[in-house]
């Protein structure tokens, strides 16, 4: 199983919001390390959508946002649109063992309703 | 702008080396960070490693000992090889732009798959 913790699946009807969960422990997000977001569409690569933590690279919409606390971080979709539908993932870097390295979370589903 | 493009055998036996190259177009290697993820079938995102374009190295600890990230400045590309393969090890694999802030540059992804 993953390092970091998504819920399999979120939905929404269009127009409204959407927020998606990342839960990490204190080797991870907790200690402090950057979250970054990805959206994959179907059959493409994975596309960075935020990074350290709430942070978007130039292009992506100001409907896409990240904030962390804690131990965790969220992905929140305003306005939903038919193309959001997509797999989104966090990222962050964990210590528990000798050095850091990246981990993902399982990744969440989003279907537009 | 830049772009990435994997290259390698698509079909492995198992225990055979996977041999995979990423070549850099539109931009120079230089002042970056590269890594390869890989993403078997059905499933989510691992990270495998990265290199520095000077050459530092650091890779995914389940994966460390059969893994080798390689950077060739001269041809602006970076290699990675993944020793006694199994089927587990089946998977689209792809290079990507980046470490710290985000992985920004992905390339398209390339299959492959272990089976005897």
């Known amino acids: 199983q993953s390092v970091l913790t998504q819920p399999p699946s979120v939905s929404g009807a269009p127009g409204q919001r959407v927020t998606i969960s990342c839960t990490g422990s204190?080797?991870?997000?907790?200690?402090?390390?950057?979250v970054e977001w990805y959206q994959q569409l179907p059959g493409t690569a994975p596309k960075l959508l935020i990074y350290?933590?709430?942070n978007r690279p130039s292009g992506v919409p100001h409907r896409f946002s990240g904030s962390k606390s804690g131990t965790s971080a969220s992905l929140a979709i305003t306005g939903l649109q038919a193309d959001d539908e997509a797999d989104y993932y966090c990222?962050?870097?964990?210590?528990?063992?000798?050095?850091?390295?990246?981990?993902f979370g399982g990744g969440t589903k989003l279907t537009v309703l | 702008q830049v772009q990435l493009q994997e290259s390698g055998p698509g079909l492995l036996k198992p225990s055979e080396t996977l041999s995979l190259t990423c070549t850099v177009s539109?931009?120079?290697?230089?002042?970056?960070?590269w890594s390869w993820i890989r993403q078997p079938p059905g499933k989510g995102l691992q990270w495998i490693g990265y290199?520095?374009?000077?050459?530092?190295?650091k890779y995914n600890p389940s994966l460390k000992s059969r893994v080798t990230i390689s950077v060739d400045t001269s041809k602006n590309q970076f290699s990675l090889k993944l020793s006694s393969v199994t089927a587990a090890d089946t998977a689209i694999y792809y290079c990507?732009?980046?470490?710290?802030?985000?992985?920004?540059?992905w390339g398209q992804g390339t299959t492959v798959t272990v089976s005897s």
């Open positions: 990507a732009r980046g470490y710290g802030d985000g992985m920004d540059v």
């Open positions: 539109g931009g120079s290697i230089s002042g970056y960070y």
């Open positions: 290199i520095y374009y000077s050459g530092s190295i």
């Open positions: 204190s080797s991870n997000i907790g200690a402090g390390y950057d």
């Open positions: 350290g933590n709430g």
């Open positions: 990222q962050s870097y964990d210590s528990s063992l000798s050095d850091s390295y990246v981990v």
